[in-house]
RNA sequence: GCCCCCAUAGCUCAGCUGGUAGAGCAGCUGAUUUGUAAUCAGAAGGUCGGCGGUUCAAGUCCGUCUGGGGGCACCA
């Protein structure tokens, strides 16, 4: 028998015999590591304590201690979810169960709908299987046998699975107890080194075969899974947390927004959500202002006409709001769209009036709003809504102000993020699409000075192929909240191809007329979404400046209320937002409430202020109060209001 | 749009196998003048999401519509 030699991660060498397996590798170098192994890697590769190996490599040995030891439970427990549905209900199919970034799901076929009350079954059938240590054994087969069995067993979506597999690639059965399963591997050495006690199954839900609409709707089960009991109380502690500050709960809360039935997905925004937007978009336009941009205010209903000449009407009608107006004396119904975006809009802003080339570029902005009927089943709070506010903007310029216009954009982006509170964001490069307009030449050409500027710029980014725009390749910007969430916020795309159709142009130094490009870009997105992510970002808990409640000043007796009122004029005076509250209540009950409300300062004011002329200052989220002059107090406030691109 | 789940007072939630609704908080009224996270008392508050159906009787069972939630699909 041929010898062949591992190297392990010392960088020690062995000799053993072809056809090795790593267990028993393992059990060559010690017992207790055959024990406690529960995979292999082979020169990387992920592998299975029982493949036999062939050929030189490195091998490394994995406990549950590696990550490969986590990502191993999260797959042998969707294997045995899937036994013990299957123990439970024998004429469910089964189809495919991956690991997912907390755990697993497994997708079922079943003319029955899972109920809640189905998955504390399947969990307690799981823990006997998990009890009852069965081993897990592997075996190949051949593409044929195993097609046979699964078409034998009534098994179709397992027949489709093989048939995907490509040829040379081998056919892997899995068992444990009597039950098998398809499976690439590797697995565990035997069921009982699944913790019983460190997953959960949390829901059932529907998901299409493949992700396409056009075959069979699956019931998905979903699961998580740790090491130990503590690291899933801690993922339940997490969810429980992140609950906590679901912007949607806050927005109630707060008094921030509500939605109701008669207008889905749009928001009514109260005096306190609403000072948090202007005071938002107030930043926004400072900034965008400072940057070199023009705002500019559109229309938000127009005439299908221009739907048409933009190619919105071909490709979105379905997703436009449709307004059919009797115009007096008019023989047909005028049929308008509220607008989906802005960029139309800016085109026909741009036209007016013949452009030189000294006008480029030409950055004009609109806090715009639109309207999109998307479907129902995708609208979520405030990140997904039918009518939203993009701080939108359209930068009209030649091909070689693209890359300074890229590098510039992405400065204004970096600073906004840091301003309001986001420490980091990831970029993707999005290159052309199958489905798109525009010539092979002319995208080369855009995604080539695209990229260009992304590298000039020295960040680093990820490229993401074929999912660029229809109309030209784009960069996307994701941001990272304060649990970790990432978000696509802002976006950066060069279209070359809507101002052509919508025949933007300018008179260049040679005296002819030209296209200019047209760069699509938002820092934001959707005010509404990012206004959502805001509030779960700082859990409603707002810095100073953001806050729509800043100061309540409040009496500790009725005595003091006369003062009260006078404090409460002089912050407002200074231009802080500032409330009394003279009610008839004790300041612990004042004090509990608008800490409960998050307001960031509270002045209690009772006797010794008004005869000091001080204030006792408390901060949401420290103990204890500071007692100062009136006068200071102001100015400390007064400074602390100040939005981050004032500060001096 | 599709699958599952949900809809009871302003909010959070009770209401067992059908017998025409209950609590806490908020709000209102009154008392209390209070020193940093809930003072006490009283009265009031609901066509149980809409519309149909079964039944002597429906918050409860069935159908349907609307909205919401968890996913899938979609996201110019």
């Known amino acids: 028998m041929a010898s ?5 991660p010392d960088g020690q060498s062995r ?60 797959h042998d427990l969707a294997h045995v979810m899937a036994r013990a549905v299957q123990a439970l209900w024998p004429d469910v199919k089964v189809t495919i169960g991956p690991v997912t970034e907390t755990g697993w799901f497994y997708d079922f076929d079943r003319k029955e709908p899972f109920t809640p009350e189905d998955l504390g079954a399947i969990e307690a059938e799981m823990r006997r299987i998990i009890g009852a240590k069965d081993p897990i054994r592997t075996e190949v087969w051949d593409r044929a046998r195993a097609i046979a069995h699964y078409e034998a067993n009534g098994e179709p979506f397992k027949v489709e699975l093989i048939n995907r597999i490509p040829e040379g690639e081998p056919i892997r059965m899995y068992w444990h107890g009597d039950w098998q399963d398809l499976c690439r591997g590797p697995h ?15 829901g059932v839900s529907g998901a299409y075969w493949f992700g396409d609409v056009n075959r069979p709707q699956l019931q998905r089960i979903t699961g998580v899974a740790f090491r130990n009991r503590d690291e899933l109380k801690a993922h339940l502690t997490m969810l429980e947390e992140a609950a906590k500050r679901d912007h949607r709960k806050l927005g109630r809360e707060m008094e921030l927004f509500h939605m109701q ?17 202007r005071t938002l978009q107030d930043y926004m336009g400072r900034r965008l202002r400072r940057a070199g941009y023009k705002e500019i205010r559109t229309p938000q209903v127009l005439d299908r006409i221009l739907w048409e000449k933009s190619g919105h009407w071909e490709n979105y009608r379905e997703n436009m709001f449709i307004v059919e ?17 802005n960029c139309p809009c800016h085109v026909q802003v741009y036209n007016q009036g013949l452009k030189s080339y000294r006008d480029l570029p030409l950055r004009l902005a609109e806090f715009g709003a639109c309207h999109r009927y998307e479907s129902s089943g995708s609208m979520h709070g405030l990140m997904r809504v039918r009518g939203f506010t993009q701080d939108d ?45 525009g010539s092979d030449e002319t995208w080369d050409k855009v995604e080539g000075a695209l990229e260009a500027a992304i590298r000039a710029t020295g960040r680093d980014f990820e490229v993401d192929p074929g999912e660029g725009a229809f109309y030209g390749p784009k960069l996307d910007f994701k941001l990272t909240d304060a649990i970790g969430r990432k978000w696509q916020c802002g976006t950066f795309q060069v279209d070359p191809n809507l101002p052509d159709r919508l025949g933007a142009e300018y008179v260049a130094e040679d005296g002819a007329k030209h296209r200019p490009y047209m760069l699509h870009r938002a820092i934001l997105g959707s005010f509404e979404r990012f206004l959502g992510i805001l509030i779960e970002n700082y859990a409603g808990k707002f810095p100073f400046w953001l806050a729509p409640r800043q100061i309540v000043v409040a009496s500790i007796v009725s005595d003091a209320d006369d003062y009260v009122r006078e404090v409460t004029e002089a912050l407002q005076a200074a231009g802080l937002r500032a409330e009394a509250d003279t009610r008839n209540e004790k300041i612990n009950y004042k004090v509990r409430e608008h800490s409960v409300g998050k307001v960031p300062v509270i002045l209690a004011l009772g006797m010794k202020e008004v005869e000091g002329r001080t204030v006792s200052m408390r901060r949401l989220g420290e103990d ?17 209001a100040r939005a981050p691109d004032q500060r001096g």
């Open 4 to 8: 062949i030699s591992l190297t392990f």
């Open 15 to 74: 000799q053993y015999d072809a056809g090795v397996t790593a267990a028993q590798v393992a059990q060559s170098i010690a017992p207790s590591l055959a024990k406690s192994a529960v995979s292999a890697t082979l020169d990387g590769r992920h592998w299975d304590l029982q493949w036999p190996i062939e050929a030189d490599g490195a091998l490394a040995i994995k406990t549950l201690k590696d990550a490969e030891g986590l990502e191993l439970i999260r």
């Open 188 to 202: 565990l050495q035997n069921t009982g080194q699944l913790p019983g006690d460190a997953f959960r199954l949390m």
């Open 261 to 277: 039935e008669e207008a889905p997905g749009m928001v009514f925004w109260h005096p306190n959500g609403w000072t948090l937007w």
């Open 325 to 341: 107006v009797d115009e007096d004396g008019a023989k047909e119904k005028r049929i308008n769209a509220l607008k989906p975006m």
């Open 393 to 437: 903007a359209h930068i009209f310029c030649t091909e070689d102000q693209i890359g300074e216009e890229c590098r510039a954009f992405i400065e204004l982006l970096a600073s906004v993020y840091e301003d309001l509170g986001f420490d980091g964001f990831e970029i993707k490069f999005s290159t052309r699409p199958e489905k798109r307009i």
């Open 624 to 640: 204890g109060q500071k007692v100062m002059p009136l006068g200071e107090a102001i100015a400390q406030l007064a400074g602390e």
